[in-house]
């Protein structure tokens, strides 16, 4: 993708890679309206963005907007990326064997990623600021890259 600032709420049903030119310069910004990215396939990998404002619309809505939200979706990689400013960062809802790594992933409003029911995830060398998981096995590796500093 090219530098620049996109508005918009995908959905990606197929396997394919979405690659910025600069994670500082080429957004996708959701609007505050749902998840700015929504995955629902395997071998999907999003690398070199700056995601934001995936929220609901509606106020107090348990399932609120993520940046990027995984649904049954195994095998992808997020690297790489700014994500902010989401009610959740990333969100995982039954997906396994994916690979988070790089990721600056903060200010997000319930939870920097949320692992709702998905295992053997390995979140690596990523900042992240609220780590929540419900449902999850102890497979799934996190590691805070501020551990490092």
């Known amino acids: 993708m090219k530098s620049g600032t996109y508005y918009e709420n995908l959905e990606i049903d197929r396997s394919l890679a979405l690659i910025g030119e600069d994670k500082k310069t080429t957004i996708i910004d959701g609007g505050k309206d749902r998840t700015v990215i929504q995955i629902n ?3 999907v990998s999003i690398t070199g963005l700056t995601i934001r404002n995936g929220e609901s619309s509606l106020p107090f809505v348990p399932m609120g907007g993520a940046g990027i939200r995984l649904s049954n979706a195994d095998y992808c990689n997020i690297s790489g990326n700014t994500i902010s400013a989401n009610d ?4 995982l809802k039954a997906s396994h064997n994916n690979n988070i790594f790089n990721n600056n992933i903060t200010d997000n ?3 920097g990623v949320y692992l709702d029911l998905s295992s053997n995830n390995n979140l690596p060398f990523s900042l992240i600021s609220l780590l929540y998981t419900s449902g999850c096995r102890e497979e799934t590796v996190c590691h805070d890259a501020r551990a490092e500093e």
């Open 109 to 111: 409003w319930f939870a």
């Open 41 to 43: 396939r395997d071998l």
């Open 88 to 91: 959740y960062g990333i969100d």
